[in-house]
């Protein structure tokens, strides 16, 4: 078990569908972040939010619309997903972002399927 | 830019025969690298971070070491539960620069 909660664990979802992929922890990490990995490959940053205001997207489509309502939950609403999104999605915490003792937690993240 | 080279890809090893992972990285300025490893469909989990050269952890069957170039992770007698995908992470000292993650080695240990 981790200390970074995901749900769902799996998801299947058409073209034409809107959902939302949820994240929390409970250490007191003031960072959050989203990862996409694709199979056999690294985690792939998509947002950071730092003290829950959006500091970094690394140029991400808008079908992918992050939110983070308080400094333990993070949310990313999915719209209008192709084929080719479907993959690992990974919620991540850290204490801060960039500090030398903010080791990234993982959670076990949300898979995936767009058909 | 910065960058992550990781060595082997891929790694086969008996259950008891010691080996390394190598970890390479070029950096304008190292803040921290970090050792994570990786189950299938789990997310990764953190194992060490190192911040300065010379510098050494250890945990059970794995030791991280690290030099101005590169870090290694010395896996001791390895047992089939170390399977997994071992990936390492370097953040640049420079703002709040996210990681930069290696495309990982992806260990067996067979009984």
């Known amino acids: 078990d981790t200390e970074v909660t995901q749900t769902p664990k799996h998801l299947v979802m058409g073209m034409t569908n809107k959902k939302s992929l949820k994240c929390e922890q409970h250490?007191?990490?003031?960072?959050m972040y989203w990862y996409k990995q694709k199979a056999k490959k690294p985690p792939e940053l998509m947002f950071v939010?730092?003290?829950?205001?959006?500091?970094i997207n690394e140029s991400v489509p808008s079908r992918f619309s992050p939110e983070c309502p308080n400094s333990s939950l993070l949310n990313l609403h999915l719209h209008a997903l192709q084929p080719e999104d479907s993959a690992l999605y990974l919620c991540?915490?850290?204490?801060?972002?960039?500090?030398?003792?903010?080791?990234?937690?993982f959670g076990n993240g949300t898979r995936l399927t767009v058909t | 830019e910065d960058q992550v080279t990781q060595s082997p890809e891929a790694l086969r090893l008996q259950e008891g025969e010691s080996s390394s992972l190598n970890c390479s990285y070029t950096?304008?300025?190292?803040?921290?690298l970090f050792w994570y490893r990786q189950d299938p469909g789990k997310g990764p989990e953190f194992l060490f971070t190192l911040y300065s050269a010379g510098e050494e952890k250890e945990k059970e069957r794995l030791k991280a070491t690290l030099t101005k170039k590169e870090s290694f992770l010395h896996i001791t007698a390895p047992k089939p539960e170390d399977s997994a995908t071992y990936l390492c992470a370097v953040q640049a000292r420079s703002g709040n620069t996210p990681l930069v993650f290696g495309k990982g080695t992806r260990l067996s240990v067979i009984a």
């Open positions: 991540a915490s850290s204490q801060g972002q960039g500090g030398n003792n903010s080791p990234l937690h």
């Open positions: 939010y730092s003290y829950e205001k959006l500091s």
């Open positions: 950096v304008s300025g190292l803040r921290g």
């Open positions: 250490m007191g990490h003031r960072a």
